[in-house]
């Protein structure tokens, strides 16, 4: 490889969007290669393919925001092709298998070691990449595997330079509370929320984790939090619904608990919650 290689991730990333820029003006600027000889005096042909390799990582990205999964990854395969250290391309690669994952994680197309592997591969780029660590943490949570994903959470949880704190802390929690480890998982999540109030899933794990250590009161609390957090999304967090009308059910508080499962039902009526939620209600008519 050349030069490049030794460069920090943002100066090379840099370097590479200029040449990128380069190479689109090259009729207009004649003399615009002189531009990157700060850029470590990497060949030209390996200029070529790192800045094609971030065109591809921009194209990726515009058709994963966009909700087009399968276009998207195929700019990232292509980007990875022509740059095998293009972290952000491997990161954001791993961010779209789990979006495969999100709508249905007993799918064929739901590839969580595929997802690994791309934010190893992330890391392996540029190892100080922290969104991919958590990213890693997030998906050895979904294969079962507790420990390796602690292992991954705990050291970015400490890590001051980490932007979203609520991230590392929250998904710590949440594999301490399926490795039941409830003292851990309390801990971890009101940390979390404590570090951004409005992050309602970590209200809703918290609850969970409160529910399994018989404390329902404090678990109603934190799921009331969650589903009244003045965010749309936390409105509609079906599964806080769900879980609150569960707690509700067990204290004796019957008329709330049916007004929960008909929210929950209302919500979206055919996923599997829903279908629970509205099977459960049938039960308290």
């Keep these: 490889m ?10 090379r990333a840099g370097c590479i969007r200029g040449a990128a820029v380069v190479l689109s003006l090259g009729s207009l600027l004649p003399f615009a290669s002189l531009s990157l000889a700060a ?7 390996a200029q070529a393919s790192e800045a094609r390799s971030v065109a591809e990582y921009d194209l990726a990205r515009d058709a994963f925001q966009n909700g087009r999964l399968r276009e998207a990854l195929g700019h990232i395969e292509e980007a990875l092709s022509l740059d095998e250290d293009n972290a952000e391309a491997a990161y954001l690669g791993a961010v ?9 994680a007993r799918s064929s197309d739901c590839r969580f070691d595929g997802a690994e592997k791309m934010a190893r591969r992330a890391l392996e780029a540029n190892p100080e990449m922290r969104d ?9 949570v979904h294969q079962g595997r507790y420990d390796e994903a602690i292992a991954v959470l705990k050291p970015l ?3 001051i330079l980490y932007a979203s704190p ?5 998904n710590l929690g949440w594999a301490y509370l399926l490795r039941g480890s409830n003292d851990e998982a309390i801990d971890a999540l009101r940390r979390a929320v404590a570090a951004q109030p409005l992050f309602c899933v970590g209200q809703y794990r918290l609850g969970l984790a409160y529910e399994k250590r018989g404390e329902l009161d404090l678990a109603r609390e934190a799921f009331t939090r969650a589903v009244e957090t003045d965010q749309p999304e936390c409105r509609r967090l079906q599964d806080a619904f769900d879980a609150r009308a569960r707690v509700a059910e ?8 049916r007004a929960d499962l008909e929210r929950c039902r209302e919500i979206a009526a055919t996923t599997p919650v829903g279908q629970r939620c509205a099977a459960q209600l049938q039960t308290l008519q």
């Design 250 to 257: 067990k204290r004796g508080l019957l008329d709330e608990a």
């Design 39 to 45: 850029c470590g005096g990497a060949q030209p042909a």
């Design 157 to 159: 949880t400490e890590d």
């Design 166 to 170: 609520e991230k590392s802390w929250g």
């Design 2 to 11: 050349t030069s490049q290689r030794h460069m920090t991730a943002a100066t």
């Design 96 to 104: 779209i298998l789990l979006g495969f994952c999100a709508s249905d």
């Design 132 to 140: 991919a660590k958590n990213t890693l943490g997030v998906i050895l």
